[in-house]
């Protein structure tokens, strides 16, 4: 590879940063329904991006049922429509093509651009064909109706986004120069690595930070359905509620007592794994000992709803122990013990428990199994007895597992899961059911009040972090190794 | 190696002594009481967590007016399989049967197949800004936006009441990717380096280096991954509202198990044959029986998950 450059080459360089970045902003454009170009119409969903209008003609005329029966919209319209977000998505896609060869050596470059030229010069076609769609449309008999409007700025945005590329990549065409007949195509093994890297980055962006962008919702007056904008912003209002709204209050106060309840809980007996472990070696016959951890292990493979299932199947009016009892006259009529609402937060404890507890158990199985045997051995030697030798040896050798379980543990007192809370939950039972995420959820998906469940999910992501970061630095103090 | 004489002697000597020794321990009283309790504790335990299965099981092969009578408690009676069979020809079941075994399978094997392969990218010291990205993927681990946000994004995305959305978020995660990593640090850096000497492909050496020996760490997250596809309700409860098409079994169990009025509706709306209806199912048998179809897959491969248990608790011990 040639690695002295000439002049234009450290130009055409330069240039590559305007061209990436025209392209990244039209791939970023293509997901913010905000900026989508299609929506030329009031029957188009606001909540579209430009990706899905292009992907999906039945999201995009979902709404438009009326107006076709009607004669208000020609469908052919919609039809163009359909096909130019399509054009418009590949040409951003052939783009992307340029982007990634720019990281070769000069001849991968060069073909790159062509690929560039021609996916700004399509991307463009999409949009005038939009635009096309949107004259289409507005020369509609019903205005009022179909609302015919022209999304300014995301048309703008793309335009602007082809033209720089188009222009920039014709540019450093120019500037490089000429391709050797025998160059090959080519580029450092670092690129490439990064370029078969890059679709997975780009679905862990979309999925684990995009939802974060989402946040914004909390700062809006946001109704279902609606959009935002510099009306309906009310910066901290829906924070302030969360302290100043007496029933918002109570609701809070609640759900915080049963989450910190039902995690305390947790945090209490989280000895509790280690202990069954412990016991567990103490069992000779292997036999026995394969038996209880092969199936104490089942119950954490199913979900909830299974685990539910199974309540109703052993509790319920018609279930086992009912029928039990019908059956040896204690009762004459069967009784339904998962409507009593005594003591829930210890029954979802126990639910809990039994879920898990073998299965946490493995972790400190396979720390005893670690422990040197000749510790034991001298112990008995020195006449130890049973409870001697698990308590200053077994227990020594498990406690640094059990510091970062107990640790993660409170670092997750938040986080209870909302899955066994929503199938255990009824209406006389939730008062102490209503953990966060289960609250949240309610809130949110529910009653679609949707800005104050995003303020309560916020503050919650917020403080776990801080609070794993804490423990976290705990973990490091204390034992001099992180748990992160 | 051949043991000589004098070490042979002393492993017998040893063995004696082992003998005798124990000999000289009886049990104490406090002994058996401890072994007891003790045996007593964990069977019972076991049994706990066994039992729940076997009387869904018997109550679902039983004579259904005995299960309705609330005889069928430890044995089954008039045994038949009627049940699963008109429940199988209820179109919602088996539609949802078909969605939990698709998005399990294919999303599983794409979950596999890319933690593969950037586990391996994450390794090579040589990517451009390496650790940069590998944090990019690890930090999401730690945080996330929470459920409402998450919605609004795949509802933004176009992926709701849509299949894809099973598949699509799962396909990169990051824990799976850790342990991946993790373990092909572990397989001796030679035989890459042979490979790359001999002018193989990144792509080449993974199909034909890491795949192949990465394989038990890939079983291990291809099982618990599978689990997890089978398990997850909540994104079938919240996603596909308006699509019921693409229910899940478990979102489908958790409205039989809830609206009496929806067993009802399966029984009455003649996709199970109305003497079936009258006389055999009854809304127990019918929440058994679902309950049933919905963890036997579980059961299937429960007994070749147990070896792979170990690894997929390595939580405590992978660091980012």
């Not at chain 1, 438009?64 to 009607?70: E, I, K, S, T, V």
């Not at chain 1, 829906?238 to 209050?249: D, H, I, P, R, V």
């Not at chain 1, 309840?261 to 070696?281: C, E, H, K, Q």
């Not at chain 2, 999303?107 to 586990?119: C, I, K, P, R, W």
Request: net charge positive; glycine share 6%.
């Amino acid at each position: 590879m040639n690695n002295t450059k000439s002049g234009k080459e450290r130009i055409a360089d330069k240039i590559y940063y305007i061209n990436r970045i025209s392209i990244l902003l039209s791939i970023v454009l293509m997901f913010f329904p905000a900026a989508n170009p299609a929506k030329i119409c009031g029957y188009i969903n606001k909540n579209m991006s430009l990706l899905t209008s292009g992907l999906s003609y039945n999201r995009l005329v979902e709404d438009c049922g009326r107006a076709f029966r009607q004669g208000w919209i020609a469908e052919s319209s919609f039809q163009l429509l359909f096909a130019a977000s399509l054009i418009a998505c590949l040409g951003i896609l052939i783009t992307i093509v340029c982007g990634c060869m720019s990281l070769g050596n000069v001849k991968m470059k060069k073909t790159g651009n062509l690929f560039g030229i021609v996916g700004a010069a399509v991307q463009l076609l999409g949009i005038v064909m939009i635009f096309a769609a949107y004259t289409q449309v507005a020369a509609t008999t019903r205005p009022e109706k179909v609302e015919p409007a022209l999304n300014v700025t995301g048309l703008l945005l793309f335009t602007v986004a082809a033209v720089v590329l188009l222009v920039s990549t014709i540019v450093i065409q120019v500037l490089l120069p000429k391709v050797g007949k025998d160059e090959k195509f080519e580029m450092q093994s670092k690129f490439k690595l990064f370029l078969m890297f890059l679709p997975f980055a780009a679905l862990c962006f979309v999925f684990s930070y995009l939802p974060l962008y989402g946040w914004r919702y909390a700062f809006f007056d946001y109704k279902s359905g609606g959009t935002l904008s510099s009306d309906n912003f009310v910066g901290f209002k829906w924070f302030l509620q969360l302290f100043q709204n007496e029933a918002t209050k109570t609701d809070i106060v609640r759900v915080l007592r049963n989450t910190l309840a039902m995690s305390g809980l947790g945090i209490i007996t989280s000895w509790l794994p280690m202990a069954f472990a412990i016991f567990l070696s103490e069992i000779k016959s292997a036999k026995v000992k394969r038996f209880v951890q092969t199936f104490s292990t089942i119950p954490n493979f199913i979900s909830w709803v299974l685990v539910y299932a199974i309540a109703l199947a052993i509790f319920a009016s018609d279930g086992f122990v009912s029928s039990i009892l019908l059956n040896t006259g204690v009762v004459d009529k069967g009784v339904n013990f998962l409507m009593s609402t005594d003591h829930m937060w210890l029954k979802m404890w126990l639910w809990g428990t039994w879920k898990g507890l073998g299965w946490s158990a493995i972790i400190y199985i396979s720390g005893i199994a670690g422990i040197d045997q000749q510790l034991y051995e001298a112990a008995t030697v020195d006449g130890a007895g049973r409870f001697q030798k698990m308590w200053n040896i077994t227990v020594p050798g498990l406690v640094p597992t059990f510091m970062v379980m107990l640790l993660m543990s409170v670092a997750g007192i938040l986080s209870n899961g909302m899955d066994q809370y929503l199938v255990f939950e009824t209406a006389n039972n939730i008062e102490w059911l209503n953990v966060l995420d289960l609250y949240v959820y309610k809130l949110g998906i529910g009653n679609g009040m949707i800005p104050l469940s995003t303020v309560v999910g916020m503050s919650k992501s917020i403080i776990s972090v801080i609070l794993l970061f804490l423990a976290n630095s705990i973990s490091k103090l204390v034992r001099g190794e992180s748990i992160v | 190696m051949a043991k000589t004489k004098q070490e042979k002697l002393d492993a017998k000597k040893e063995k004696e002594y082992y003998k005798t020794h124990k000999r000289q321990y009886k049990l104490t009283l406090g002994d058996i009481v401890f072994n007891v309790i003790n045996y007593v504790f964990f069977i019972a335990f076991t049994i706990t967590c066994i039992f729940p299965f076997y009387y869904l099981f018997i109550n679902t092969i039983s004579d259904n007016d005995l299960v309705r009578k609330g005889a069928i408690n430890f044995i089954p009676q008039g045994i038949h399989l009627s049940n699963y069979t008109s429940m199988l020809q209820a179109g919602e079941i088996s539609q949802a049967f078909l969605v939990s075994i698709g998005r399990t399978l294919l999303g599983t094997a794409l979950m596999v197949l890319a933690s593969a392969f950037v586990g391996y990218l994450v390794t090579k010291q040589e990517m451009w800004h390496r650790k940069l990205w590998y944090r990019f993927l690890v930090i999401t681990m730690y945080f996330n936006a929470g459920i409402i946000p998450w919605y609004l994004n795949m509802s933004m995305l176009g992926l709701t009441n849509s299949f894809m959305a099973y598949i699509i978020p799962g396909i990169v995660a990051p824990y799976n990717i850790i342990l991946v990593k993790t373990y092909i640090e572990s397989i001796p850096a030679d035989l890459e380096e042979s490979a790359f000497m001999d002018g193989a492909s990144y792509m080449t050496i993974f199909r034909k280096i890491i795949w192949p020996l990465s394989k038990p760490i890939l079983a291990t997250i291809a099982i618990f991954g599978a689990v997890g596809h089978w398990n997850s309700f909540t994104d079938s409860l919240i996603l596909m509202q308006g699509a019921p098409e693409f229910y899940t079994l478990q979102h489908r169990l958790y409205n039989y198990l809830n609206q009496a009025s929806n067993i009802q509706a399966i029984a009455n709306s003649g996709q199970i044959s109305e003497t079936v209806a009258s006389s055999l199912m009854n809304t127990k048998v019918i929440k058994y029986t679902v309950s049933m179809v919905t963890v036997i897959p579980i059961l299937l491969v429960y007994p070749f998950m147990n070896r792979y248990f170990e690894k997929g608790i390595m939580l405590g011990a992978v660091k980012g």
